[in-house]
């Protein structure tokens, strides 16, 4: 498996991805049709010049990826030490075969042996994706707190969506 950072040309086949994603399950906030070219070029281009973006190709097809990563500083002062806006994605085709789990790991790696002005990382995810929140415990992060009845279901119920945050143990304040 190919692990690369993104580049613009990405924009397309990230989006494809992310559609794949939202129409498998609730794990993304946004539904299929949110995912629009605008807000993937706007993660995608803040990622590549003030955060990180890294994305796993398919083994087969050079015109399609199987996993993506983002986040990026929010881009105002105070939080400039932050990589904030976090998502991870893995084509529902592929997950479970620790494709998220070995992107996870190069990203925090990257962050820590060479990015010492970010202190800190930070996702959201909502409560019900125990998996995920397991799975990010596993690499360091720590639940911070809980935003009561934030996400709201089909059916109309809601549900809290759990801030959890990465210390960068080299961070470099300056
Ligand atoms: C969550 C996700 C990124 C994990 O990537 P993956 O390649 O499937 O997972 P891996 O095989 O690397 O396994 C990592 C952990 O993820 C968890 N996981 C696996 N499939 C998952 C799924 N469909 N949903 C949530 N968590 C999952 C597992 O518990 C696993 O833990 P383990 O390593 O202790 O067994 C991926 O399943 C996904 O894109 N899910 C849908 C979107 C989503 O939930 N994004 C996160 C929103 S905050």
Same mark, same amino acid.
């Given at each position: 498996m190919h692990i690369r950072t993104a580049e613009p040309e990405d924009i397309q086949r990230i989006k494809r991805l992310y559609q794949a994603v939202a129409r498998s399950g609730d794990?993304?906030?946004?539904k299929e049709h949110e995912i629009t070219d605008e807000y993937v070029e706007g993660f995608v281009n803040k990622s590549i010049a003030q955060g990180l973006i890294i994305v796993a190709e398919h083994p087969t097809d050079?015109? %399609?990826?199987v996993g993506e990563i983002h986040a990026y500083q929010p881009g105002i002062e105070v939080f400039s030490h932050l990589y904030s806006h976090l998502t991870i994605a893995v084509h529902p085709e592929f997950q479970g075969k620790k494709i998220g789990r070995t992107l996870f790991t190069i990203f925090l790696e990257e962050i820590g042996m060479?990015?010492?002005?970010?202190g800190k990382v930070e996702l959201m995810t909502r409560e019900s994706n125990e998996r995920a929140i397991a799975f990010y415990q596993s690499l360091g992060?720590?639940? %911070?707190?809980r935003f009561e009845m934030r996400i709201k279901d089909k059916h109309g119920n809601f549900e809290a969506d759990i801030p959890m945050g990465w210390q960068n143990p080299n961070f470099e304040f300056d």
């Open positions: 794990g993304l906030a946004r050079p015109n %399609e990826l060479n990015r010492h002005n970010i992060f720590r639940v %911070e707190g």
